[in-house]
Each structure stands twice: as C-alpha cells, then as structure tokens.
C-alpha cells in the first residue's frame, strides 16, 4: 500500500496563479483533511471531509477551495496565490472518527511544498 | 484556539529523559501525540483517552489529566531517533476535529 500520497511535492507560484493539489489514499478511509503548516505554527487545519461527495471548513479555509468527488481523492485548489499561501501542505486521512474511540489516527502524505512569489 | 505546548524547544544528550506538556483551554475527550522529523510528514506515536485507556508506543508513555485539559508525554533513555519536532493535537466536545498545537522540537546530541 502506497498509504497517502500528494501531488506534486514542489511547486513555485506567482501572485494570482491558480493551481491545484492532489492527494490520494489506497486505505479505504473516510475523513481526509488538508493542513498547511507554517514556521511556529503548527498543523492548522484548512477544509476536511468526512466522505465521498462532503466537505467542510477548517480553521484557515479563506482563500482555499476542497473537492472529493472520489472517497480516496481529496484536491486542494487554490483560485488566485498570494504570497500569504507560502507554506507546506499536507493532506491526511483516517477511518470514521467516533466519541468512543477518542478520533482515529491520521496518517499524513509527505507534504507538498509551495512557494508564491 | 491551538493547545499550548511547553517547552518550545528542548537538548537532551542521549540517554536523558524529557517531559513534553500539553494544555488545552477546552474540555478534552482525547489527546493525541505526533512526531514530525526534519522534511517529513507527521508520524502517529499515541492517543490518549478520557477515562484513561491509552494507545500507542512502546517506548513512549503519555498522561492525561482530565480535570487540567492537560497531557505530557515522557520520553525516557532517550535515543538519537528520538530527535524531531512533536505535536500533541488535541479533540475537544463539540469539535472532533483534531487541533495541533505549535510543536516542541527535541533535539538529542551524542
């Protein structure tokens, strides 16, 4: 199993260039998730979905548009870059989260580095 | 509102023990513990449920305090592995979301 995988690793913008990210899972899972992760800051959450067809708002969605027309794809797109989007993206995914299992491990892809200038 | 990590930042030499604290402002249901080397992804290390049950590492155990929203995480005999930055991410009632703290970077030295 390849686990999570992005598309693609690297990529340099500029200022209101679209583009999108792709990430992918073979584990069969529900929730996927994409974070961008920013010196000091930490994982901040950017949109998630908890199946095929749904998705919904994270902590830091301005500026970010979700799809997942597939339940093991997940796209990322950003409409118009801004030097403020500079930053790692990771995408993540886990089984079905529950009250009694106290949530399910994330397994995080290898990240996807973006540069706008 | 991120949990608040503590210390930022740590050295240990190889061998030593450290303690990696948690604390959240909201009432937690579970806390989860993640370790993140230099240009990788996060790695899973545990989970931590109210009530006590904990899941995860051999190596590694972990706390939680309920009644403080607060988890620590012990690291003992500490290997060179164990070098990296670690988020501890935090559930909360009525957001079973995860949300990550800032992070604590350890670092061992020979």
């Known amino acids: 199993n390849a686990g999570v995988t992005q598309t693609p690793k690297f990529r340099v913008l500029k200022t209101g260039q679209s583009m999108t990210l792709l990430c992918a899972q073979d584990?069969?899972?529900?929730?996927m998730y994409w974070y961008r992760q920013d010196p000091g800051m930490g994982l901040r959450l950017i949109h998630y979905?908890?199946?095929?067809?749904?998705?919904a708002k994270g902590e830091v969605p301005d500026g970010y548009n979700v799809s997942r027309l597939k339940k093991q794809n997940f796209l990322l797109g950003l409409e118009s870059a801004a030097p403020s989007q500079t930053s790692v993206y990771f995408c993540?995914?886990?089984?079905?989260?529950?009250?009694?299992?106290?949530?399910?491990?994330?397994?995080f892809g290898p990240g996807t580095r973006l540069l706008v200038l | 509102q991120q949990p608040v990590q503590s210390p930022q930042a740590v050295i240990l030499r190889e061998g030593e023990d450290a303690v990696i604290n948690c604390s959240s402002s909201?009432?937690?249901?579970?806390v989860h513990w993640y370790r993140q080397k230099h240009g990788e992804a996060p790695v899973f290390l545990m989970i931590?449920?109210?009530?006590?049950e904990q899941k995860g590492h051999e190596k590694i155990s972990a706390s939680f305090n309920e009644k403080k929203q607060q988890s620590s995480l012990y690291l003992t005999a500490s290997q060179l592995s164990y070098s990296g930055t670690y988020f501890c991410g935090t559930a909360s009632f009525g957001n079973e979301k995860l949300t990550f703290g800032t992070g604590t970077r350890l670092t061992i030295i020979p």
């Open positions: 909201k009432a937690l249901y579970s």
């Open positions: 931590l449920l109210k009530g006590g």
């Open positions: 993540a995914s886990s089984y079905l989260q529950t009250k009694a299992s106290g949530g399910e491990t994330q397994y």
């Open positions: 979905s908890v199946g095929e067809g749904t998705t």
């Open positions: 584990m069969n899972h529900e929730y």
